[in-house]
Nanobody, 120 residues
Framework: QVKLIESGGGLVQAGGSLRLSCAASERVFSIYPMAWFRQAPGKERESVVSIAWSGGGSPNYADSVKGRFTISRDNVRNTVYLQMNELKPEDTAVYYC????????????WGQGTQVTVFS
């Protein structure tokens, strides 16, 4: 089964930047929709950005990150990036990448997550 591994999280001051990576063990991002999610302590998981490159779609960003976060991919490395700029304390969460393969459950393959902590 395909594996996803996130990296790039860390501790950053408000206003700073981080770039998260989601590396896949197979070429999946040009086939299946993918998304970055995040979950803060005590809060529900939310979608940060989703995209289906196979369909030529545009990324769908959450309103809270529009203009600050940018998704991109490296097909050679089977890796998707999430560039996060102008970070705010409310961006603090565990960030996950996931893909949506044809199965009974949407977004059925997940990475282990990477912690992002933004301090003011």
């Amino acid at each position: 089964q395909v594996k996803l591994i996130e990296s790039g999280g860390g501790l950053v001051q408000a206003g700073g930047s981080l770039r998260l990576s989601c590396a896949a063990s197979e070429r999946v991002f040009s086939i299946y929709p993918m998304a970055w999610f995040r979950q803060a302590p005590g809060k529900e998981r939310e979608s940060v950005v989703s995209i289906a490159w196979s369909g030529g779609g545009s990324p769908n960003y959450a309103d809270s990150v529009k203009g600050r976060f940018t998704i991109s991919r490296d097909n050679v490395r089977n890796t998707v990036y999430l560039q996060m700029n102008e970070l705010k304390p409310e961006d603090t969460a565990v960030y996950y990448c996931a893909i949506d393969t044809p199965s009974a459950r949407s977004y059925d393959v997940w990475g282990q997550g990477t912690q992002v902590t933004v301090f003011s």
